[in-house]
Structures are given as C-alpha cells and as structure tokens.
C-alpha cells in the first residue's frame, strides 16, 4: 500500500527445476554389422532404472563431431538391446555412434560413450586371384585391459575360416590362387573381440560389414580319362572355380 507504508505478501511457491532421474549407465557394448540386412545394429547395455522414455541412436562420420539423430526407440527394453541404423551405408564408410537416453520433456538426460563401427574394403585382382583388404580400427570398448584384443580376418567360400588375426589394422593379402574348387563369390570379415572383461563384466566382440569379391567362373574339363584301374586319370571330374556346384549343369553327349 503506497500511502499506508504497507505490503502484502503471497505464499511462496517453489519449483524444483533438478535435473530427471539420469540413468547411472549406458553403455554402448558393440557395433555388429548384420550381414543379412547390410545395416550396423548397436548393441546396448542401460539403466532401466532411470526416468528414460526413449533412446536416440546419433551417428557421425568417422572424423567428423557433428552427430544427427537417426534412429529412436522406446525405453521399454530390457537392460541388453540394440538399435538398428537403417539409413547408414555402412558397407562404404565408417561411422561414429553415439545413444542419448531422453526423458517425459524430450530432454536428454544422459549420453553413452561413442562407439566407431568397423569398415572392411578391398581390391581384388583377377589375373593374379589375390583379394587386399583394409580396415578401420574399432574404438568404443570400456576395457579393463586395453580395450582391443585383436582383427580376426573371416574368409567365406564355400566354407568360413579364420585367414589372419592382427593387433591393428594392417593391410591384408590373401592368395585364393592355391584353394581347389572355390564356390561362387569370396567373403570377408573382420571380427574385433574385446579384451576381457570390462567394467560391466562384459566380452563382446564387434563386427564389421561383409565385403565380397564376384570372379568370373573358372572350369577345366579333360578331354579324355582311362578307367583301367591303374591309380592315373581313373575318374572323369571336371575342376571349378567360383562356380556355385548347386547351380550348374553338366551335359555329357555320347559320340
């Protein structure tokens, strides 16, 4: 009151502005390329404890900060679930990943580490039948050793086997001139296992995208054989390469 000298004063009223409950963790555990999709899923631990009511998938290029959002899923999940990323093209590039856990507002309320995607490329070389191969190193483990144990090389034929396994990322040769009877087209990749286990008590092992190799089909057929028994030229086979045996057809004319 300006002429009595007097003032009125409401009740207070206090907003409690504190940050929503945050998840203790989230982890990124690894990034697995699916070889049937072709797509990278992210393979994540998490706080189901926390007010979180979606998880964002942001990726970025290899070398690049600027991250985008590119995937969302809903927080019922259990503490072990994954995100595929649908729109990358993660059989050319590397890229960055990173899970942001929002809460009610749409706010985010807690980030994971960033996790780098492991991209296999290569070259072949057809008169010489030897595949190089290159790749890019996996980052992201929380170890409690030093995080990588190794690059297993996968190489599929016909039938998958381990070629190489290195500390780093080197550039690989492989020499496909010396194997009989290869199938079709000629697959590799590279399987990064964790060393140890982590702070989470967790293994896991990364892998990157599939890189095939497509030759054009090789098959010697003899001209003649002597089935008498004498332990030389006895069968009749023709010899293939890169032909599928479940795909092709032999016609034998009687002269």
Same mark, same amino acid.
């Given at each position: 009151?300006?002429?009595?000298?007097?003032?009125?004063?409401?009740?207070?009223?206090?907003?409690?502005?504190?940050?929503?409950?945050?998840?203790?963790?989230?982890?990124?555990?690894?990034?697995?390329?699916?070889?049937?999709?072709?797509?990278?899923?992210?393979?994540?631990?998490?706080?189901?404890?926390?007010?979180?009511?979606?998880?964002?998938?942001?990726?970025?290029?290899?070398? $690049? #900060?600027?991250?985008? +959002?590119?995937?969302? /899923?809903?927080?019922?999940?259990?503490?072990?679930?994954?995100? %595929? &990323?649908?729109?990358?093209?993660?059989?050319?590039?590397?890229?960055?990943?990173?899970?942001?856990?929002?809460?009610?507002?749409?706010?985010?309320?807690?980030?994971?580490?960033?996790?780098?995607?492991?991209?296999?490329?290569?070259?072949?070389?057809?008169?010489?039948?030897?595949?190089?191969?290159?790749?890019?190193?996996?980052?992201?483990?929380?170890?409690?050793?030093?995080?990588?144990?190794?690059?297993?090389?996968?190489?599929?034929?016909?039938?998958?086997?381990?070629?190489?396994?290195?500390?780093?990322?080197?550039?690989?040769? $492989? #020499?496909?001139?010396? +194997?009989?009877?290869? /199938?079709?087209?000629?697959?590799?990749?590279?399987?990064?296992? %964790? &060393?140890?286990?982590?702070?989470?008590?967790?293994?896991?092992?990364?892998?990157?995208?599939?890189?095939?190799?497509?030759?054009?089909?090789?098959?010697?057929?003899?001209?003649?054989?002597?089935?008498?028994?004498?332990?030389?030229?006895?069968?009749?086979?023709?010899?293939?390469?890169?032909?599928?045996?479940?795909?092709?057809?032999?016609?034998?004319?009687?002269?």
């Amino acid at each position: 009151d300006a002429m009595n000298g007097k003032e009125a004063l409401s009740n207070k009223l206090i907003f409690d502005l504190k940050k929503q409950n945050a998840p203790d963790f989230l982890y990124i555990k690894s990034v697995k390329n699916d070889h049937e999709t072709g797509n990278n899923r992210v393979h994540i631990l998490a706080d189901t404890t926390a007010e979180t009511v979606q998880y964002g998938l942001f990726r970025a290029f290899d070398g $690049d #900060d600027r991250f985008v +959002l590119v995937e969302k /899923e809903s927080a019922d999940q259990p503490s072990n679930f994954n995100i %595929e &990323d649908q729109s990358a093209q993660a059989g050319q590039v590397a890229y960055r990943y990173q899970i942001g856990a929002y809460d009610a507002c749409d706010a985010i309320i807690g980030w994971s580490q960033v996790a780098h995607s492991v991209h296999l490329s290569g070259t072949k070389n057809i008169r010489d039948l030897i595949n190089t191969l290159n790749w890019t190193p996996y980052q992201g483990f929380d170890s409690l050793g030093n995080g990588v144990l190794g690059y297993d090389i996968y190489r599929s034929a016909g039938y998958e086997e381990v070629l190489a396994s290195y500390d780093s990322p080197v550039r690989h040769q $492989d #020499d496909i001139g010396y +194997l009989p009877d290869l /199938e079709g087209d000629v697959c590799y990749y590279v399987a990064v296992p %964790e &060393d140890g286990e982590n702070s989470y008590g967790i293994q896991d092992t990364s892998i990157s995208n599939l890189l095939c190799f497509e030759f054009p089909a090789l098959a010697f057929v003899p001209n003649a054989f002597s089935p008498d028994g004498d332990g030389v030229n006895d069968v009749f086979q023709p010899h293939l390469n890169f032909i599928d045996r479940s795909d092709y057809r032999l016609i034998i004319y009687d002269r």
